[in-house]
């Protein structure tokens, strides 16, 4: 009791001791109020100059977010099956509440199950019937990643009602791609159902979620666009060091600067370090500031997919909002309730304390995983679990074997209709045709193609700060283009813009880096260099020079290099070939020729224009460690007696390894000379091309993006203007080719029915005559024809006959063009006797059969049927 005493006490002290210490905390306070008052008693000019600031102030009002309930779904033209449920359907329900009972008696501390929400019809569908398989018609939609980007852009996402509780009512899949909106449970039921039809092995899953991954809010996350792929360095084989080989030139750069220099760029690159750390650690700080009240009690649903089918080798989740594949070890994903596909309901029976990194995938436990039909096709028990159970007595298995096959139940088939996805659907993807994901420092817009004039059809803005208020670089994607663009990157820090283009541009280009489209700037073209002639492959240009990059040409250039000198007339557009740049120097490298002898094969060549000179360098043989060289001196001088000297041996300074008497010759150097005077004029020329071909390319770049103009598909009948006017065009001459044919059948009773006084009723009498002279008539027109067949074919044998026996007459006198002439006419003449007999064959036996088939129509005529029905 004194013990109990002391404690009392002590309590009594220090709650008196708190309450002094909040008596005390309270006086400072007032006194700080009436400080603050004082000081911030404002005049009527403050009070105005605030009432103006607080006027300037625009204050959003956020828009109401779409709902979408049943109010707005039009159930009248819904079939049957979503409007009730069949036996087996009621039968299936009865099961669920009994199991659902069940589970809240033996696990009270459990949330209720999700088993049988409302469709749009207010009917109770279990979940796994709301399922339907469907293996769409489309390629792109047969694997997991590109069915998941189909439904995250073609759906637009809506929160829970209740971000703590399941959604009372699931929708058919139909219903959401109809809408083209649906919280996260629709999400999950559409793409687990293509999934399925499309053999994965899948599972909606009910379970508890991260604020980011609920909210669909990937600001935190880095857009996968902006990622760069991790370059594989392959590592050259070095060549083994010859043994004469020169040794490089001796380092005579200071090692004490270099180190400063490391030290320098190290410091540097630790300071910017330390500066994103900074910033990381006060964005974390920020973030854990912001923490989820209802974080582990936020419900989501997303999609799980086995290993097993499809060459899945692991278990993964895929978030039908974002079309993320997660592994099933992620943090965001912080446990599951239950999940189900078209066959079955499973419940998690597993603790989730650390979220679903512990968790056992293998449905076929039923420890782990608590099912609720029987009729599951996954194994119960593993193998080891069978051999240990395979001691119980044969009675006992068969009478467990009886039961089961009485208490199964096979899950009746979905309520929902096909789905289907029309090709226009298809092809707009997104709501309305555009989406906008926002990224941690990235923004991610969408178009669906043609939406836009241009071709845009993905545009990724690039951030430097969180709040994305200065922008980095854009990068625009572009879809039927008629110039071909399918990539703009855009720098706006350096303002360097890059165009990347696919097969079939005019000019055959592939890649244009500028800055600016005036011309003489900075630039980087970059060829398909099969689609040209010349085997161009790079062009760099300067305002002072340009260099070009060859490749599988048949003179083995490789290399051109122009540098220009200043232009005597302003610039002008156009003025390229009117009056272009002074070439100063050009520098030519070429490819080995194993044609010709090293000695002989230029490697590189040099015209020093200015200086009339002209340096050649020739390839190193394989056995030598250095080049022939030679240089050309082009000087007009005249001698004493005032003559023109043309070649003289100063004239060339050469060079050589081995030496050879012929390139001693003036002659042999002379002629080397004026070649190389002809190829001084062809690469100057060539350079004046190139320039002329830059004008062009930038002229017809920029009509391109002024016009913008789009290819349509000659398969897209609704965009293709052309093919819709031919389609209509031969559907409008079919149609009147039909009714020329409908007019053009002729009456074949109509000649005999002309004899006949008009308006008079006929008569028993006058229609069997009528049918007897129709029926002659047409007997002796098929006489006839055969009388003709037959006569033309008596006429071309008796030539046949005639002309053979003048052939035995003439045989020896012939020439042989008349043989020739001779043969040709017998081989015609068969062919047409020929002919003629088979025609003559074939219409003996169609003429009784026609004779019979024109009295059986005159049998059944509607003019001629109630007088010779006597006569049938």
């Not at 592939?510 to 062009?539: C, N, W």
Request: hydrophobic fraction near 35%; glycine fraction near 2%.
């Amino acid at each position: 009791m004194e013990v109990l005493k002391e404690k009392v006490e002590e309590e009594e002290a220090a709650e008196r001791e708190d309450a002094a210490e909040r008596a005390e905390r309270g006086e400072k306070m007032m006194r700080l109020m009436e400080v603050r008052k004082e000081e911030t008693t404002m005049t009527q000019e403050m009070l105005r100059d605030l009432e103006r600031k607080l006027s300037e102030i625009e204050v959003s009002i956020p828009e109401k977010p779409s709902t979408f309930t049943k109010d707005t779904i039009d159930i009248s033209k819904l079939p049957l099956s979503y409007k009730s449920n069949t036996p087996k359907e009621e039968h299936l329900l009865q099961v669920a509440d009994n199991f659902s009972r069940q589970y809240s008696l033996l696990c009270p501390d459990r949330v209720p199950l999700f088993l049988h929400p409302l469709n749009e019809c207010e009917v109770p569908k279990f979940v796994s019937t709301t399922i339907r398989p469907t293996l769409m018609p489309y390629p792109e939609l047969y694997n997991w990643d590109t069915c998941a980007q189909f439904v995250s852009d073609f759906l637009a996402m809506l929160p829970l009602p209740d971000p703590l509780k399941p959604p009372s009512y699931l929708y058919s899949s139909t219903t959401v791609l109809k809408h083209q909106k649906g919280n996260c449970f629709d999400f999950s039921t559409l793409l687990c159902s293509m999934l399925i039809g499309a053999g994965y092995d899948a599972y909606c899953v009910n379970g508890y979620g991260s604020q980011d991954l609920c909210h669909m809010d990937l600001t935190r996350e880095v857009c996968p666009l902006t990622v760069k792929p991790k370059e594989t360095v392959q590592e050259e084989e070095k060549a083994p060091p010859k043994k004469y080989a020169i040794k490089p030139p001796r380092d005579l750069s200071s090692r004490f600067e270099q180190e400063q220099e490391m030290k320098r760029q190290e410091e540097i690159k630790a300071a910017e370090e330390k500066r994103w750390r900074q910033e990381e650690e006060r964005l974390m700080e920020v973030d854990s500031a912001k923490t989820d009240p209802l974080h582990g009690l936020r419900v989501h649903s997303w999609v799980l997919v086995l290993s097993g089918k499809r060459e899945v080798p692991e278990s993964f989740f895929i978030d039908p909002f974002t079309a993320r594949s997660y592994s099933t070890q992620d943090d965001n994903f912080l446990g599951i309730e239950s999940l189900w596909n078209h066959k079955n309901y499973w419940i998690n029976m597993q603790d989730c304390w650390n979220c679903c990194k512990d968790l056992i995938f293998d449905l076929g436990d039923p420890v782990m995983w608590e099912y609720l039909l029987l009729g599951t096709d996954k194994p119960l028990l593993s193998p080891a679990e069978e051999e240990d159970n395979g001691a119980n007595d044969d009675d006992d298995v068969e009478n467990l074997g009886k039961e089961d096959e009485d208490k199964s139940f096979d899950m009746p088939n979905s309520w929902v209709e096909q789905i289907e996805i029309s090709p226009e659907v298809f092809e707009t993807r997104c709501p309305n045709g555009k989406k906008v994901i926002q990224y941690k420092k990235a923004k991610l817009e969408k178009w669906a193609p043609y939406l836009n004039n241009n071709g845009l059809v993905c545009r990724l803005t690039t951030y430097e700060d969180l709040e994305c208020t200065k922008t980095l670089e854009i990068k625009e994607w572009y879809q039927n283009r008629e110039d071909m663009l399918e990539l703009k990157h855009i720098n706006k820090t350096t303002g360097l813009n890059i165009d990347y283009f696919k097969p079939g541009h005019p000019q055959a280009l592939r890649v244009h880096s500028y800055t600016s489209m005036q011309p003489e700037m900075d630039r980087v073209m970059e060829f398909y260099e099969k689609a040209r002639v010349d085997g161009l492959i790079k062009r760099e240009e300067t305002p002072k020079t340009m260099t070009e990059y060859y490749q599988g040409r048949p003179d083995f250039l490789s290399y051109r290099h122009i540098n220009f000198g200043p232009r005597v007339k302003k610039l002008v557009l156009n003025s390229a070939e009117s009056n272009p740049r002074p070439v100063v120097k050009i520098i030519e490298r070429f490819f080995r020729n194993p044609a010709k002898p090293a000695d002989e094969d230029v490697a590189e060549r040099v015209f020093l224009i200015l200086d009339e000179r002209i340096q050649l360098r020739y390839h190193c043989r394989e056995d030598h460690i250095t080049a022939s060289k030679r240089e050309f001196l082009r000087r007009t001088e005249v001698d004493s007696k005032g003559n023109k000297i043309i070649m003289t041996p100063d004239m060339c300074i050469s060079f050589e390894v081995e030496p050879m008497e012929h390139t001693k010759k003036l002659l042999y150097q002379y002629e080397a000379m004026m070649k190389l005077k002809n190829e001084e004029k062809l690469s100057r020329h060539q350079a004046w091309e190139s320039e002329l071909e830059v004008l062009e390319i930038l002229k017809l770049r920029e009509e391109e993006e002024e016009a913008h103009v789009l290819t349509t598909s000659i398969y897209d009948t609704k965009r293709n203007e052309k093919s819709k006017e031919y389609r209509e065009a031969m559907e409008r001459v079919m149609h009147e080719e039909h009714l020329r044919q409908v007019e053009a059948q002729l009456d074949y009773l109509a000649p005999f029915l002309a004899q006949l006084p008009p308006g008079e009723k006929l008569t028993r009498w006058q229609a069997v005559r009528l049918k007897d002279e129709c029926l002659s008539d047409f007997k002796q027109r098929l006489i006839n024809k055969a009388n003709l067949i037959q006569a033309r074919f008596e006429k071309e044998t008796q030539e046949l006959q005639k002309q053979q026996q003048w052939y035995q007459e003439n045989q020896v006198t012939l020439t042989p063009e008349d043989e020739d002439l001779y043969l040709s006419y017998c081989s015609q003449a068969m062919f047409r006797i020929r002919i003629l007999e088979q025609r003559l064959n074939r219409h003996k036996e169609l003429a009784p059969l026609k004779y019979l088939a024109l009295e059986e129509k005159l049998y059944k005529d509607p003019r001629l049927v109630e007088l010779l029905k006597v006569f049938v």
